[in-house]
């Protein structure tokens, strides 16, 4: 039987593994310099919601039990792909008959002085989350500076509103979430954060960090200045393939350095698989991207997996999808959000409600939501266009009636049949099974009414 290896801890690595499992019990080596964890659940522990062990998706337990080669805390320095192996940090090498590439990606820095000084960061990985509640320990209301507003360092600015600190965002567009938002929805997004006393300055720079006992002085292009405890930098993110340089396997400039993939996820190498954040990838609309999202790294893993596994599934694409909790605003984006020639919009910027849905014809190929966290008909309307998105149904001639009745997406969600669509969706041809791994060994106890059940229950298509 091949040996799997992966390299890496994160989504990818624990989907992939879990899926190779699901088929069959060849040898599996995972290599991973922090221990395996969700980043997305980072926001959680900073916020004070949840534990830092809470953060954790596998331990040693898990990885006996599902027969895994774990060497957690190691690095991989190199891949050579003619003898198929690694090296590690520590000099040792590991043979590999597939290999899984699932490093993710890494902050990159902003050039200008003072990002050196101590309580100024990135909030990217378990130290930066740990060095950010250690720096503000024994301060009542901790001052912290965001530079940059992506969708990352939104999240964790809400998880900093949640604890109630006193919070500055800087960013170089003329708007925030320049990247997730268009011009109009992030507008009510700014004015949003202002009513909730988040100090945004949006078109300047900074040019320079300063420290004078410990209070951090930021000066902006625009001549203004802020002080804070802590700065965090969060400014753009570029894939870790550091360790490629020097092997065979591409990674071009045009991608940001990210590693092309098919719609198996392989590589340019055939039994070297990429996924996730590091990966340039088949998307449901349009060209290969990189979408640097956890559905996305789930589904590489798994994709990945299987077909490590010696199955063939292939990959429709992912859609691109950023939810926010902008402070208590709700803002989600998905697909080809941008707006378009054919493009439906409501703004209503005194009722905080944005929304805009952008087509092909008669599929929907992107969206936007901005409303409020208590809006209960907008939160089911994100996930019914999600799936309307996601299943690439053509609405036919209830684009029409969208038009007319732009806040009732319920409608042609049931009639165009979409959730059955959903229903019947498997990614790689078999239901998933329930994760392996349960924080202190803990089990669910709820059980599904019967209601609930036909949504959790074995879908019956093709085993457990
Ligand atoms: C704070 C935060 C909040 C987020 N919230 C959301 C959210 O709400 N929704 C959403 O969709 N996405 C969110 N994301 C993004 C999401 O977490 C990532 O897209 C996802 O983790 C990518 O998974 P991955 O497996 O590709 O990489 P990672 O999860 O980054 O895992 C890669 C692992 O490989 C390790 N590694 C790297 N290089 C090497 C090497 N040479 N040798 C050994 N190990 C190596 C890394 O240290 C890391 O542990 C968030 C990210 C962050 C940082």
């Known amino acids: 039987m091949p040996h799997h290896v992966i390299i890496g801890g994160g989504p990818v690595a624990t989907n992939a593994l879990e899926t190779i499992r699901q088929f069959d019990d060849s040898p599996i080596t995972i290599v991973c310099d922090e221990p395996a964890h969700s980043r997305m659940a980072l926001p959680y522990w900073l916020a004070g919601q949840v534990v830092r062990e ?22 991989v320095t190199k891949v050579d792909t003619s003898a198929n192996e690694l090296t590690l940090s520590n000099g040792g090498t590991v043979a590999y008959d597939n290999l899984l590439i699932a490093t993710g990606s890494s902050p990159v820095a902003l050039p200008i002085p003072g990002t ?108 203004q200045s802020i002080e804070a405890d802590v700065v965090v930098v969060a400014v753009g993110i570029a894939p870790n393939v550091d360790f490629l340089e020097g092997s065979d396997i591409e990674h071009t400039a045009g991608t940001g350095g990210a590693v092309p993939v098919n719609d198996r996820m392989q590589t340019n190498i055939s039994n070297v698989y990429a996924g996730g954040d590091i990966a340039c990838g088949p998307v449901l609309f349009g060209d290969d991207e990189v979408h640097p999202i956890q559905p996305t790294a789930v589904d590489h893993g798994r994709i990945a997996g299987a077909n490590m596994a010696g199955q063939n599934v292939q990959y429709p694409g992912s859609l691109l999808m950023n939810i926010l909790d902008v402070c208590g605003l709700q803002c989600a984006s998905f697909g080809q959000w941008q707006s378009g020639a054919d493009t439906m919009t409501m703004n209503n910027p005194t009722g905080n409600v944005y929304r805009s849905l952008v087509w092909v014809g008669d599929q929907l190929t992107g969206a936007t939501f901005v409303g409020q966290a208590n809006d209960m008909g907008m939160l089911t309307d994100v996930g019914m266009a999600k799936g309307i998105m996601q299943t690439q149904t053509s609405l036919g001639p209830w684009k029409e009636f969208l038009a007319e009745n732009p806040f009732d997406i319920r409608r042609p969600y049931v009639a165009a049949g979409v959730a059955a669509k959903l229903r019947n969706t498997t990614l790689i041809g078999k239901a998933s099974k329930m994760r392996q791994y349960q924080f202190g060994g803990a089990k669910a106890t709820a059980t599904p009414s019967a209601e609930h059940a036909v949504f959790v229950a074995d879908r019956g298509v093709g085993g457990s």
């Open 116 to 223: 050196d000084l101590p309580g100024v960061t990135p909030l990217w990985n378990l130290a930066h989350t740990q060095g950010v509640l250690d720096a503000v320990e024994g301060i009542a209301k901790p001052r912290v500076a965001m530079i940059g507003s992506g969708f990352i360092g939104m999240i964790m600015l809400n998880a900093m509103y949640k604890r109630g600190w006193t919070l500055t965002v800087v960013e170089r567009e003329p708007q925030i979430l320049p990247r997730m938002l268009n011009g109009e929805a992030a507008a009510i997004a700014e004015t949003w954060l202002g009513k909730k006393g988040v100090d945004v300055h949006t078109g300047t720079t900074v040019t320079k960090i300063t420290d004078a006992g410990g209070t951090k002085k930021i000066e902006l292009a625009s001549g």
């Open 54 to 75: 809470h953060t954790m998706t596998a331990d040693d337990a898990y990885f006996k039990k599902l027969d895994v080669d774990a060497r957690i805390g190691s690095r």
